[in-house]
């Protein structure tokens, strides 16, 4: 599994790696974000690069079986130790450096694959009419799920192909309300509870209790297939569920019936737009190294 570990160009070349390198990773960039936070030592692309890296070594500890509240801490220590680093200490300049350094070569990668536990999202720098920046195939490559390209620039969207006989009318995507329901949901108790419809992958997903509802608002039929458009909230609110868990989108046919159900793994999906994020152009001018803390 590949990580943003170390320096970001040093782990893009980097194959696989375990539970330490990912301990290392999310600890150094977190260290740097924290540095970045005060001294303003990064561009906007160059901090999307960092919180990537961070995204991705937090997502591998994730699934090593960390917990959430264990990252926060971790996290919050570190922050701690770097308020105590003055902006213009060797070390920190030092880092900022390397970082900075790293950047140039991270910012020309076209693409990168981001796996998770059973899927993974593939992002695409390059855009074209036709391209997916952000994109996981599901049910076997038979649907699309992700960031597709669009006349305003870019759209959560699922392209699928439904039952043969049935015309999709709209669409929903149902993902864990996370204010309602903080904590992981598994729908199996432990798998006392089988869901034929439910494929072994998912482990997590969304509470019935605590469903947040995100429906489609544009729908384009071509032939047999069908592609559904969603709103900016639901990008938004995938980015901030937990890697590990699930989310799924109903589709429904004119009369309200449900006719195809589909899953998508959260995955590093927030990793992913970090990535795109870190490939534009800069949004500002990076301050110097040497800069007055903010």
């Known amino acids: 599994m590949r990580i943003l570990s170390g320096a970001l160009a040093a782990a893009l070349a980097a194959g696989a790696a ?14 740097a974000i924290a540095l970045d936070d005060r001294c303003g030592f990064f561009s906007t692309p160059e901090r999307a690069a960092l919180e990537a890296a961070w995204l991705q070594s937090r997502g591998v500890l994730l699934r090593e079986g960390r917990t959430r509240a264990e990252l926060e801490e971790a996290g919050a220590h570190i922050v701690r130790r770097m308020a105590a680093t003055p902006c213009d200490d060797p ?9 900075r350094g ?4 991270y910012r020309r990668l076209s693409s990168m694959e981001f796996p998770g536990d059973a899927r993974s999202w593939r992002a695409e720098r390059n855009l074209t009419a036709d391209t997916w920046p952000l994109a996981q195939a599901i049910d076997d490559g038979g649907a699309v799920f992700g960031l597709a390209a669009a006349a305003a620039g870019v759209e959560l969207s699922l392209l699928c192909t439904p039952p043969t006989g049935a015309t999709p009318a709209s669409a929903v995507i149902v993902a864990r309300a996370a204010q309602r329901s903080p904590g992981l949901h598994d729908p199996s108790l432990g798998g006392l509870l089988a869901d034929p419809e439910r494929p ?5 997903a969304p509470p019935e209790h605590a469903e947040a509802l995100f429906w489609a608002n544009r729908r384009q039929l071509n032939g047999r297939s069908a592609r559904f458009a969603f709103p900016d909230a639901a990008r938004d609110a995938i980015a ?7 989310i799924r989108i109903d589709i429904f046919d004119g009369a309200g019936r449900r006719i195809a159900r589909h899953y998508v793994e959260v995955g ?5 737009l970090a990535f795109l994020a870190a490939g534009a152009s ?3 001018e990076a301050p110097s190294l ?3 803390g903010r």
Not at 18 to 31: I, N
Not at 91 to 99: F, K, P
Not at 268 to 272: I, L, N, Q
């Open 18 to 31: 375990g539970a330490q390198d990912a301990r290392e990773a999310f600890a150094d960039r977190a260290a």
């Open 91 to 99: 070390q920190a300049l030092g880092r900022a450096a390397v970082v």
């Open 102 to 105: 790293a950047y140039e070569g």
């Open 200 to 204: 072994g992958w998912v482990r997590w």
């Open 240 to 246: 901030a569920l937990d890697p590990r868990e699930a």
């Open 268 to 272: 590093d999906f927030a990793a992913g």
């Open 282 to 284: 800069p949004a500002r």
């Open 290 to 292: 040497g800069g007055a």
